[in-house]
């Protein structure tokens, strides 16, 4: 009989640690070694038990992030998010092409997102210009856009209201400043650490490992480093065009429905490119992903 639910916060090859929301950490085993694995954010039922607890089972997931393994198979990485938030800063200078793959991966799970521009204190470097172009596609696209700085503390709270009770996970490039929201956010971060160490019996905890940590107003920040450097093989061309509905509108009015928007005539969305309703840039990340999608669809196919 399960004894309760718990909220997975790792999961390993041989095992995972289950918090009981009660104020304790168990280390527990799958059943058999056909059990599906539960994944980071799983909600689990649970048997308590020495030297290992047992999982029972799985509850139904309310989205799963997937990362292709190295054949580009989807495996399971990350269960039950609430908001994919995005960092960007002034440095490094920010990869357009980065923010949009998460964006195709949230639309996608349909998990809302948040633009964090970081690193305020440096607005004043040249980059801080591609900044705002990234903000404003994103107002465009309806997902909020909070700025601030970890350094400073500008902004936090604001970060704090939008995502209370939310099960967040940061996403962005090195040294845009992860880590130190996640700190800011959570301020018994070491501690947790420690007691996550010491449940598992792994010695120090290595940062290599999805973990979940739970955030003092009920919601938790997911730390994923193989979230961090997704890529999307495993999705399909249909998913990409959904993260570009100015695409998808303006080719409603291309003559030919396969029109791969190259040179076909009266192309809907190269003459949105020359309107200034598709930016340059926009047109170019659409492409970029597409043939990279359009190359795993093949492989798919056995071709
Ligand atoms: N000026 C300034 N520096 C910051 C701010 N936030 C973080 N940094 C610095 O930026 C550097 C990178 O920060 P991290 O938090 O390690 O960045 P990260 O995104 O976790 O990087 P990875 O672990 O490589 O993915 C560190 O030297 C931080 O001190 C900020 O708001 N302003
Ligand atoms: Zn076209």
Redesign the pocket.
Do not use: E, F
């Given at each position: 009989m399960s004894r309760a639910t718990g909220l997975v916060i790792m999961s390993t090859a041989d095992h995972c640690l289950v918090d009981d929301l009660a104020g304790g950490l168990h280390r527990c085993r799958l059943r058999g070694r056909r059990a599906s694995r539960p994944v980071c954010g799983d909600r689990v039922r649970w048997t308590p038990g020495a030297p290992d607890g047992v999982i029972d089972g799985i509850e139904p997931r309310r989205n799963l992030i997937e990362r292709g393994d190295f054949r580009g198979r989807p495996r399971a990485l990350v269960a039950n998010v609430d908001r994919l938030v995005i960092?960007v800063?002034p440095e490094p200078a920010p990869d357009s092409l980065l923010v949009d793959r998460y964006l195709v991966l949230a639309r996608t799970l349909a998990i809302p997102m948040l633009l964090w521009c970081?690193?305020?204190?440096?607005v004043d470097r040249p980059s801080a210009q591609t900044l705002n172009t990234l903000r404003a596609r994103c107002h465009r696209l309806d997902i909020p856009v909070l700025a601030?700085?970890?350094?400073?503390g500008a902004g936090l709270p604001a970060l704090r209201d939008q995502t209370r009770g939310e099960t967040i996970i940061l996403v962005?490039?090195?040294?845009?400043?992860?880590?130190?929201?996640?700190q800011a956010l959570i301020p018994a971060l070491s501690l947790r650490i420690g007691e996550i160490s010491a449940t598992s019996g792994q010695g120090r905890h290595t940062t290599s490992e999805t973990t979940l940590f739970r955030r003092d107003d009920g919601g938790a920040l997911i730390d994923s480093p193989g979230v961090?450097t997704l890529r999307l093989d495993h999705l399909g061309s249909e998913a990409v065009d959904q993260a570009y509905p100015e695409i998808l509108e303006a080719a409603g009015a291309c003559r030919f429905r396969d029109c791969r928007h190259d040179r076909e005539p009266d192309c809907g969305v190269r003459e949105g490119l020359a309107a200034g309703a598709i930016e340059p840039e926009r047109f170019e990340n659409w492409r970029r992903l597409r043939r990279e999608t359009d190359t795993a669809d093949t492989a798919e196919r056995g071709g």
């Open positions: 960092v800063a970081n690193k305020q204190d440096l601030g700085s970890t350094t400073t962005g490039q090195s040294g845009v400043g992860k880590s130190s929201i996640t961090r």
